[in-house]
């Protein structure tokens, strides 16, 4: 029974999306980076490792961007940065290019962090911030009637005891039930 619960357990915890919601953790403009590199035809190994250099580079400056927002975008936001940096990376390959593929790099690059500094000052000024403190009213309890004695009587010692050293027996039975299930 309990090797079943903590499977249907992992199971659960296994199919939870994980949740990215920065423009350089996202998956598909990394793809969009990694299928440029690939595509791109008449280049030296050497240039290659340098616009690897350059996007990890890009990477740092779009993660830089994203705390200036304490990191924080919502995935409307996360998708309209990303398609909009998608669509201006294309335009911005077949158009003509200046010469130098690491400088033709850098800009879109640049402008890719344009585009998520954009979109993340309209997301903060539509998301007002909640406040760091919350006012509480603090509740006291009332005094005890006079006469009352607050300190535990010889009954209450033995019952708190006995349902101690029932729970303890419990905890341990139950440890020793999955470590057998999971060992077996």
């Given at each position: 029974m309990a090797f079943a619960f903590l499977f249907v357990w992992l199971l659960i915890l296994g199919s939870c999306p994980r949740v990215s919601c920065c423009l350089q953790c996202d998956q598909v403009v990394r793809y969009v980076h990694e299928d440029f590199l690939s595509?791109?035809?008449?280049?030296?190994?050497?240039?290659q490792i340098e616009l690897k250099q350059i996007i990890e580079h890009a990477y740092v400056n779009f993660r830089d961007t994203s705390r200036l927002s304490r990191g924080v975008i919502d995935p409307t936001t996360l998708y309209r940065a990303r398609t909009e940096y998608q669509s201006e990376f294309k335009r911005h390959w077949k158009e003509d290019r200046t010469g130098s593929i690491q400088w033709d790099m850098i800009n879109i690059l640049e402008k890719g962090k344009r585009?998520?500094?954009?979109?993340?000052?309209?997301?903060?000024?539509?998301?007002?911030?909640l406040p760091s403190t919350t006012p509480r009213l603090i509740v006291t309890l009332p005094s005890l009637p006079s006469g009352y004695d607050s300190a535990p009587n010889s009954l209450q010692r033995s019952s708190f005891i006995i349902?101690?050293?029932?729970?303890?027996?419990?905890?341990?039975?139950?440890?020793?039930?999955?470590?057998?299930?999971?060992?077996?």
């Open positions: 595509s791109v035809k008449g280049i030296t190994v050497r240039d585009i998520l500094q954009k979109h993340l000052e309209i997301f903060v000024a539509q998301v007002k911030p349902i101690l050293v029932l729970l303890t027996v419990l905890s341990i039975t139950g440890s020793l039930v999955l470590i057998v299930n999971l060992s077996g």
